[in-house]
């Protein structure tokens, strides 16, 4: 099951996320996506849950809202899930640059809480 949203900011632009929930067993972060447009970012709730597609977006929307594209998925992952690290792999490494533009990003990238 995938939700639509869209938000308006304070600007003119609109904004549109596509959701898919858990029971969405097509998306797997673990398959190899090979969205050249669009950037999904996912979650993982604790350390026995699975990871699930949170927001998947449109390459060409990042340059309406910000400059550096990590830096604000990772404020998307604050913003859905609380304190948090975004990683460039489901096991792999912390993203250690948040300073890149969009010629760098990635199809995926997962936030998760090592606390939680």
Not at 39 to 52: E, R
Request: with cysteine; glycine share 6%.
């Amino acid at each position: 099951m995938t939700f639509k949203f869209k938000f308006k900011l304070l600007c003119t632009h609109e904004l549109e996320i596509i959701m898919a929930t858990n029971s969405d067993r097509s998306l797997s972060p673990l398959t190899e996506y090979k969205y050249s447009t669009t950037v999904q970012l996912w979650l993982k709730i604790d350390s026995d849950s699975d990871w699930f597609s949170a927001l998947i977006i449109p390459i060409d929307e990042f340059i309406n809202f910000t400059l550096r594209p990590l830096k604000w998925l990772r404020f998307l992952g604050f913003t859905i899930f609380g304190q948090g690290v975004l990683y460039i792999s489901p096991n792999g490494p912390e993203v250690d640059d948040y300073m890149l533009g969009l010629e760098s990003l990635q199809d995926n990238y997962y936030y998760y809480s090592p606390g939680k």
